[in-house]
């Protein structure tokens, strides 16, 4: 699914809120505000590829901030790649700062304060990616960020016009429908970006590493209200082997679907017993979480809880 925002639609003094409020929704918790006092606007479009988001930005002049307090509140653990198509660019993050050209590529990390500063209108592609799905170890990862990743040098000079290419097919929605692909290319080139820049002696994690498990976990919630979820597609999102993605879940002592199921059980629970859906039938419950009939919901209930759905809801277990 395709996501849009645009503030065209909301006049200009609310565009700031609009935007903030959207883009956080979309990425993670973050602050934005002007740096010039030309009339703002904005608009992107995001998609997912498995479990790699893919956004195309555009906007007029601003900043935005992740501060610690919005760390705190709610962290996606997750690396964003951003690369500048046009305008001018300035990212911080730990003391560095990288200046990006049109073409230039850096990463920043949504577990550390930064700023993004845009004193031009621009044009970005920013690649969502968890941090379980890059291979190299956190600390590692830590020592690249904010550094600038030249578009026509190097190896971003291969990898940038496939960038600018999936930022294009996403503006115009020339995507294809199932671009799981897409997302598994777009790893191993972001591996190739960064293995020239570390040391010999860091050695790459594992594909199937328990940073794995929690980018397959962070995908199932994402995913739960989907009655057709299921183990290969997980495993497609993540990129490992069906036989992989079990043996992660092994330490959780549940299969891949039983933990599917353990968590949309665990949502329906949580909505029964929340006053402000009290008006939502029972079904309708286990219709928003994935469940495909009432009887079926009903049954799996009982076994996990002891009780029925309803007698749950009137305070019973």
């Known amino acids: 699914m395709t996501v849009q925002i645009t503030t065209s639609a909301v006049p200009p003094h609310e565009r700031f809120e609009l935007w903030s409020s959207e883009t956080s929704r979309l990425f993670a918790p973050l602050t934005t505000g ?3 006092r030309q009339e703002f606007w904005a608009r992107a479009r995001a998609r997912t590829l498995g479990a790699v988001q893919v956004a195309h930005l555009a906007a007029a002049p601003h900043r935005v901030r992740r501060t610690p307090r919005a760390i705190a509140g709610d962290d996606p653990e997750v690396f964003w790649l951003l690369q500048l198509l046009e305008g001018s660019t300035v990212v911080t993050q730990q003391d560095r700062t990288a200046v990006l050209r049109p073409g230039d590529l850096t990463i920043y990390d949504s577990s550390r ?10 044009e970005v592609a920013v690649f969502q990616i968890p941090r379980g799905l890059l291979r190299l170890p956190d600390e590692v990862m830590a020592t690249l960020t904010a550094t600038r990743i030249a578009g026509d040098e190097g190896p971003g000079a291969l990898v940038a016009p496939f960038l600018r290419g999936l930022a294009a097919g996403l503006a115009a929605g020339t995507l294809p ?3 799981d ?9 972001v591996d190739a970006i960064v293995a020239p820049r570390v040391a010999p002696e860091a050695p790459p994690a594992p594909a199937s590493s328990p940073a794995t498990l929690v980018a397959a976990k962070r995908y199932i919630e994402q995913r739960l209200s989907d009655p057709a979820l299921s183990p290969d597609e997980v495993a497609r999102a993540v990129f490992v082997s069906r036989r992989a993605l079990y043996g992660l879940f092994e330490q959780e002592g549940l299969g891949v679907a039983e933990w599917i199921r353990h968590r949309r059980l665990e949502r329906c629970r949580r909505d029964l017993r929340d006053p402000a859906l009290a008006d939502l039938t029972i079904a309708r419950i286990a219709t928003e979480h994935g469940f495909r009939n009432a009887e079926h919901f009903s049954r799996a209930f009982r076994a996990a809880y002891g009780c029925s759905p309803g007698e749950y809801r009137r305070g019973a277990g």
């Not at 304060?113 to 621009?122: D, E, K, L, R």
């Not at 692909?181 to 790893?187: E, I, P, S, V, W």
């Open 177 to 179: 429908e199932r671009a």
């Open 34 to 36: 002007p740096v010039t």
């Open 181 to 189: 692909d897409l997302g598994q290319a777009l790893l191993h080139l």
């Open 113 to 122: 304060p930064h700023a993004v500063v845009n004193s031009g209108p621009f």
